[in-house]
């Protein structure tokens, strides 16, 4: 079944501690990114990926760090988390540029920090 | 700067009315125009996708139009089901930003009563 997973589900840490959040798809997608969602906000781009070793940044990178070193994974990492990055995290992946192609979505990582 | 408005932010209607949702955004220099679904506590589903140089797109009971010109884009949902409740989603690719970053909106909540 072709799918983005994203692992873990639930998270609950304190400030400070370092957590970083796996995502993988089976579908040999291309270009891969991370969005966080909040209320009154919506959804937002952290970071995205392109290919292999390529990664830019989105609309709210602060305080994250990303890493593409197989096309199928793109994990997203809070180097010291504070309260204010609690929030829905979704990976989302597509086999070409989204101006194009269709993205899929990982089923969310809730993060809260204490 | 894209912003995407989705109005209304909820809606209740009987089962087996149809209905229309309606998304605008700000910046008609788009690559397309994407409308999701989210179920809670789950992740995004991809329901249609218009590109820019498209009119409107049609999967089943669902028909998405898009203009451009005006910057407006409407999900229309014939014959709705209890089954069709969850908050949609529209969201534009544009040619501002981060490349490939989807501009979303807040969305509408959409409950279909038996």
Not at chain 2, 80 to 85: A, F, M, R
Not at chain 2, 89 to 104: P, R, T
Request: positive net charge; glycine residues 8%; charged residues 20%.
């Amino acid at each position: 079944e072709a799918q983005v997973t994203q692992n873990p589900r639930y998270l609950i840490t304190v400030t400070g501690k370092k957590l970083t959040v796996t995502c993988s798809q089976n579908m040999n997608h291309e270009y891969m990114s991370w969005y966080r969602q909040d209320p009154g906000l919506g959804l937002r781009q952290i970071y995205y990926s392109m290919n292999v070793e390529v990664t830019d940044k989105g609309d709210v990178p602060e305080g994250y760090k990303v890493s593409r070193k197989e096309k199928r994974n793109f994990p997203l990492i809070l180097e010291s988390p504070s309260p204010n990055q609690t929030s829905l995290y979704f990976c989302a992946s597509s086999s070409n540029h989204p101006s194009t192609d269709t993205q899929y979505f990982g089923p969310g990582t809730r993060l809260t920090v204490l | 700067k894209q912003e995407v408005t989705q109005i209304p932010a909820a809606l209740s209607v009987p089962e087996g009315e149809n209905l229309v949702l309606n998304c605008s955004f700000t910046d008609s220099a788009i690559y397309n125009l994407q409308w999701f679904r989210q179920d809670p506590g789950k992740g995004l589903t991809s329901l249609l996708l218009i590109q820019s140089s498209q009119r409107e797109q049609t999967s089943g009971r669902l028909n998405a139009s898009l203009d451009k010109s005006s910057g407006r884009s409407t999900l229309y949902i014939a014959a709705s089901q209890p089954g069709d409740s969850a908050t949609y989603l529209c969201a534009v690719s544009g040619y501002g930003g981060s490349q490939g970053n989807l501009i979303f909106g807040k969305g509408t909540k959409l409950s279909v009563k038996p």
